[in-house]
């Protein structure tokens, strides 16, 4: 199977990043990619995702704030989100989950890093 | 306490360089040669502290930065770009993992900024950076990159 996933990045730098990570990772998957929130909600609408990896610190819409909105969409409430950040404090990450967020990939990641929790989240089992 | 927390942020500088882009940096000790084309990548935090991690680097150094972690060539024609976004992010990550070393609380927790990047006046402002306390010099990968955290006093 194919995963549809969305990345969410004001960087199109660490867009890339994510993306080329999600490849190497193995994970088999056709990557779109939006540089804010708006952006990624139009996504969103356009086209069913499986998951969405998002940056918790953006300009203007912050990741949090996207998962908000998501939650409260009818066509995006049940798509799960990850969140990658550099987020310092561990108590504001399980604070993420309790709010929504599935799962949480600390930076700097690894593909093996990315991989696990993508695997956790979309309920894939280990190889 | 200072030079804890500049030990912390050599430890994570050194910890993100190596995770992000597979660079091994090796410290270097003053005096060091400013290279050309200078960027300053800033970020601020508060919390239980407060303060700004800051990373001075060259133009080049982001472009291998970038060409490192997207597996591409420090000579594509959007190198200076990326190279721009990466030393940001470098910071970014950096701050990041020396924050997450030290003790913040659920009441009080560790709030971080939008990271900046500007350019960097080698003549005036490179002798000083380097010379300050807190500072840190390194060769990663032959490029010159200079890092320090400041206002925890």
């Known amino acids: 199977m194919t995963y549809n996933i969305l990345v969410v990045d004001d960087s199109a730098t660490t867009r890339a990043v994510i993306k080329r990570t999600i490849q190497l990772a193995g994970v088999p998957a056709s990557l779109y990619e939006a540089p804010d929130g708006h952006a990624a909600l139009a996504q969103l609408d356009a086209t069913p995702m499986d998951l969405v990896l998002a940056d918790l610190h953006m300009p203007g819409m912050s990741g949090m704030e996207l998962v908000h909105q998501m939650l409260a969409s009818q066509s995006a409430r049940s798509v799960p989100v990850i969140v990658i950040t550099a987020e310092p404090n561990a108590s504001r990450l399980e604070e993420l989950k309790r709010e929504g967020v599935r799962g949480c990939v600390r930076k700097p990641f690894t593909p093996e890093g990315i991989r696990t929790v993508i695997n956790e989240v979309l309920g894939v089992a280990h190889a | ?153």
Do not use: Y
Not at chain 2, 80 to 92: H, S, T
Not at chain 2, 113 to 120: E, T, Y
């Open chain 2, 1 to 153: 306490m200072l030079r804890t927390h500049n030990a912390s942020l050599v430890e994570a500088f050194v910890r993100v360089l190596e995770t992000m882009a597979f660079i091994s940096p090796e410290p270097r000790e003053a005096p060091v040669t400013a290279p050309p084309d200078l960027l300053l990548g800033r970020i601020e935090f508060s919390g239980p502290l407060r303060g700004a991690v800051e990373v001075v680097a060259s133009e080049a150094f982001g472009a291998l930065l970038a060409a490192n972690v997207l597996g591409t060539s420090p000579a594509e024609p959007d190198a200076a770009d990326r190279g721009r976004d990466a030393i940001k992010e470098l910071v970014n990550v950096t701050c990041g993992a020396l924050l997450a070393s030290l003790a913040s609380s659920p009441t009080n927790p560790f709030e971080v900024n939008i990271p900046r990047l500007s350019d960097f006046r080698a003549g005036e402002q490179w002798t000083p950076f380097v010379t300050s306390r807190d500072s840190a010099c390194f060769d990663a990968d032959g490029h010159t990159v200079a890092i320090r955290v400041t206002g925890l006093d």
